[in-house]
């Protein structure tokens, strides 16, 4: 009779930690799923002193576009002169897309953050546009 207690009790510990490694590999899918804050931010590489231009940055989360997204700003600042960056804020096109005009003033190279805050997460990516007058290369 402890014979066929121990094999019952042997066959039941490998039932159990089967169950439980089972588990552990729905865990781990899980973390591998997790989803990511994506910006894909566009800026024309160069542009003419006085011209605007349009910053468009696009967000997803995952495979989804954010269309409700916490917080879409964009930092900008002549290379030369970081402390003196100037933050506007952006228009949400209820789309996934958030956008916004600059005029850059002076010749030099810009770098421009996108400040995006959603699902919880925050991400910074970072462009650079040249400004150049007319007829300089």
Same mark, same amino acid.
């Given at each position: 009779?402890?014979?066929?207690?121990?094999?019952?009790?042997?066959?039941?510990?490998?039932?159990?930690?089967?169950?439980?490694?089972? +588990?552990?590999?729905?865990?781990?899918?899980?973390?591998?799923?997790?989803?990511?804050?994506?910006?894909?931010?566009?800026?024309?590489?160069?542009?003419?002193?006085?011209?605007?231009?349009?910053?468009?940055?696009?967000?997803?989360?995952?495979?989804?576009?954010?269309?409700?997204?916490?917080?879409?700003?964009?930092?900008?600042?002549?290379?030369? +002169?970081?402390?003196?960056?100037?933050?506007?804020?952006?228009?949400?096109?209820?789309?996934?897309?958030?956008?916004?005009?600059?005029?850059?003033?002076?010749?030099?190279?810009?770098?421009?953050?996108?400040?995006?805050?959603?699902?919880?997460?925050?991400?910074?990516?970072?462009?650079?546009?040249?400004?150049?007058?007319?007829?300089?290369?």
């Amino acid at each position: 009779m402890t014979k066929k207690i121990s094999v019952f009790l042997l066959i039941l510990a490998i039932f159990i930690l089967t169950a439980c490694n089972e +588990n552990s590999d729905a865990e781990s899918d899980d973390l591998d799923e997790l989803e990511e804050l994506s910006v894909v931010f566009e800026v024309p590489e160069t542009a003419e002193v006085g011209e605007t231009i349009l910053l468009e940055a696009t967000v997803t989360y995952g495979d989804e576009k954010v269309e409700d997204a916490n917080d879409v700003s964009f930092e900008y600042w002549l290379d030369e +002169n970081e402390d003196n960056s100037t933050e506007i804020e952006s228009t949400n096109n209820g789309d996934g897309t958030y956008t916004a005009e600059i005029t850059l003033e002076q010749e030099g190279v810009y770098s421009i953050y996108a400040h995006t805050t959603a699902e919880g997460l925050h991400t910074m990516p970072l462009k650079t546009v040249e400004a150049e007058t007319s007829g300089s290369e």
